[in-house]
Nanobody, 110 residues
Framework: QVQLVESGGGLVQPGGSLRLSCAAS????????MGWYRQAPGKEREMVAT?????NTNYADSVKGRFIISRDNAKLYLQMNSLKPEDTAVYYC??????WGQGTQVTVSS
């Protein structure tokens, strides 16, 4: 069984930065890809960034050059820079798209 707990969300002004963290527990975490997804009100959940067990990364076009995904053993991070109002959403951590955290709210507003 895998459990995921996100933290680090909050309110930030446009152009600001936030760092999300996800603590994962479970024996299979290190062998699987992990990722961050987000869901804005009235929209479908979308991929933000993923990272394989070997460290290969993939980003949505909308966040390339602004967000950085990283992992350290069973912890996952998302460094978000140059935030825009359209980045406002609930951000979810996932392991292999099979396990999901409860989500953390990110609001970008002046």
């Amino acid at each position: 069984q895998v459990q995921l707990v996100e933290s680090g969300g909050g309110l930030v002004q446009p152009g600001g930065s936030l760092r999300l963290s996800c603590a994962a527990s479970g024996s299979s975490v290190r062998m699987n890809a992990m990722g961050w997804y987000r869901q804005a009100p009235g929209k479908e959940r979308e991929m933000v960034a993923t990272i394989s067990s070997r460290g290969n990364t993939n980003y949505a076009d909308s966040v390339k050059g602004r967000f950085i995904i990283s992992r350290d053993n069973a912890k996952l991070y998302l460094q978000m820079n140059s935030l825009k109002p359209e980045d406002t959403a609930v951000y979810y951590c996932t392991v292999a798209l099979a396990y999901w955290g409860q989500g953390t709210q990110v609001t970008v507003s002046s």
